[in-house]
C-alpha cells in the first residue's frame, strides 16, 4: 500500500486568514485528488491533477501539483466559515487500477 | 438524481449479530468500493470491484464480505461484527476506464458494535 501523508491534521484559523494543506508521498502519482468531507456527507470531489507543475484555480482555492508529481497543496485565501470541513488528497499510481489511497485528512474549522 | 444509497445510515449492534450494509448506485458505474473512516486514518479500502462477479479485497477485508451479482449493488457483510468494526463507512462508484475518475460517495452509514 503507498503511504500518503497529509498535514495539518488539524486547523482552526479565523475568518479572512489564507491557509496551505500540504499531501506528500514518496512515490510518483499518476493522479491526485482533492475531496471535501463535510459532516453527516461523503466526500465530494474539488479537483484532480494529473501534469506535473500544474495548477487549477477553483474560486478562492488553488490547488497545485509539484513538478515530480510526488506533492500536492491546497491553498484556500481569505478562509471563510463556509471552508469549514475535512479536506481529503487521494492519490492514483500508475498500475494501481483505480485504486485511490486517501491521506488522513485535514480537519479545517473557520471561526467568524 | 445521480447518486449512491447506503442503508442503514445509523446502526447499533452486538459482538457476533451478522449484518448487512446495502449500497446502490443508479449511474451505471462499473466500479464500486467500500470505505471505512475512522479519526486519523482517513478513509480506508476494505473491498472493491471493478464490474459485476469481480471483487477485490483492499488494506483492511479481515471480517468483511462483498458480492456483485448486480452492477448497481454491492452490498457489505460482516458475518460476525466486533467492537473493532465499529466505524462510519463509505460505499464509492465510478466509471471504470479512467484512472482520474470521480468518486462518487454515498452519505455514510455509521455503525457502533457492543
Known amino acids: 500500500t503507498q503511504l500518503l501523508e497529509q498535514s495539518p491534521q488539524f486547523l482552526s484559523i479565523q475568518e479572512g486568514e489564507n491557509l496551505t494543506v500540504y499531501c506528500n508521498s514518496s512515490?510518483?502519482?499518476?493522479?491526485l485528488q482533492w475531496y471535501r468531507q463535510e459532516p453527516g456527507e461523503g466526500p465530494v470531489l474539488l479537483v484532480t491533477?494529473?501534469?506535473?507543475?500544474e495548477v487549477k484555480k477553483l474560486k478562492r482555492l488553488t490547488f497545485q501539483f509539484g513538478d515530480a508529481r510526488k506533492d500536492s497543496s491546497l491553498h484556500i485565501t481569505a478562509a471563510q466559515p463556509g471552508d469549514t470541513g475535512l479536506y481529503l488528497c487521494?492519490?492514483?499510481?500508475?498500475?494501481?487500477?483505480?485504486?485511490?489511497?486517501f491521506g488522513s485528512g485535514t480537519q479545517l474549522t473557520v471561526l467568524p | 438524481e445521480a447518486q449512491v444509497t447506503q442503508n442503514p445510515r445509523y446502526l447499533i449492534t452486538v459482538t457476533g449479530k451478522k449484518l448487512t450494509v446495502t449500497c446502490s448506485q443508479n449511474?451505471?458505474?462499473?466500479?464500486m468500493s467500500w470505505y471505512r473512516q475512522d479519526p486519523g486514518l482517513g478513509l480506508r479500502q476494505i473491498y472493491y470491484?471493478?464490474?459485476?462477479?469481480?471483487?477485490d479485497k483492499g488494506d483492511v477485508p479481515e471480517g468483511y464480505k462483498v458480492s456483485r451479482k448486480e452492477k448497481r449493488n454491492f452490498p457489505l457483510i460482516l458475518e460476525s461484527p466486533s467492537p473493532n468494526q465499529t466505524s462510519l463507512y463509505f460505499c464509492?462508484?465510478?466509471?471504470?476506464?479512467?484512472?482520474?475518475?470521480?468518486?462518487?460517495f454515498g452519505e455514510g452509514s455509521r455503525l457502533t458494535v457492543l
Open positions: 512515490s510518483v502519482f499518476s493522479s
Open positions: 470491484s471493478m464490474n459485476v462477479e469481480v471483487t
Open positions: 464509492a462508484s465510478t466509471r471504470f476506464g479512467t484512472s482520474t475518475g470521480e468518486l462518487f
Open positions: 449511474m451505471n458505474h462499473e466500479y
Open positions: 491533477v494529473v501534469t506535473g507543475g
Open positions: 487521494a492519490g492514483a499510481w500508475r498500475g494501481s487500477a483505480r485504486q485511490l489511497t
